[in-house]
């Protein structure tokens, strides 16, 4: 779990503010993809040094289920349920639904709106475009800037590039797609005998 909780503190939320520009018609293309979508799972791949973590999240309505590794993360929408099976523990803490962390709030993971970061389209070339969201003035975000590939055929997410003082974090998209089966939900059954850690 401290391995999910490290990734988390890199990953911020992200939104553009300058309407009519190219970039932010990117972003905003990006978000109305997953919110037509009633239900949808996502893959992933975390890289920061030398490290490279598998993961994927699924989410329906205001739930999400996540998996880091060999954590798990449950939310129903107001609690969120962090599983560490390695040390038979449970994290409960309340949702930040503001949030725009894809690890931190997946819900909205890709809900580029709001007027934290200025968009910038770095280039659109052979199906790709890539957008630089650089903080605006008087947001500390620990994500500093962060770079977003989309594709331009699908307007679906390829990657995500974080950098803060040169610490980097790059999350590869592998796969988007409907929701397949009903969203796993939180059952303290499958963790008897563990430890929960309420920090609500």
């Known amino acids: ?23 932010a018609e990117i972003l905003e293309r990006l978000a109305a993809g997953f919110r037509a979508m009633k239900g949808y799972e996502v893959a992933f791949e975390v890289e920061a040094g030398e490290s490279r973590i598998g993961g994927s999240y699924a989410v329906e309505g205001q739930g999400y ?3 880091l590794g060999d ?5 129903d929408g107001a609690v969120r349920y962090e599983v560490d099976h390695a040390r038979r523990e449970v994290t409960i803490v309340g949702v930040d639904t ?13 809900d580029f709106l709001g007027s934290e970061y200025l968009p910038e389209l770095l280039s659109e070339a052979d199906g790709r475009a890539v957008v630089r969201l650089t903080p605006a003035a008087g947001n500390n975000s620990p994500a500093g800037t962060v770079t977003v590939t989309v594709s331009t055929a699908t307007m679906r997410p390829e990657l995500l590039d974080y950098d803060y003082e040169g610490e980097r974090v790059r999350i590869t998209i592998g796969r988007v797609a409907p929701l397949g089966e009903p969203l796993r939900t939180f059952d303290r059954k499958g963790c008897e005998g563990y430890e929960f850690i309420d920090f609500r």
């Open 1 to 23: 779990m401290k391995r999910l909780l490290l990734f988390v503190v890199f990953l911020a939320c992200v939104g553009p503010v300058a309407a009519g520009n190219r970039a």
């Open 98 to 110: 503001t949030s725009r962390n894809i690890l931190n709030n997946p819900v909205r993971a890709f």
């Open 71 to 75: 954590a798990e993360v449950f939310c």
């Open 65 to 67: 289920y996540l998996t």
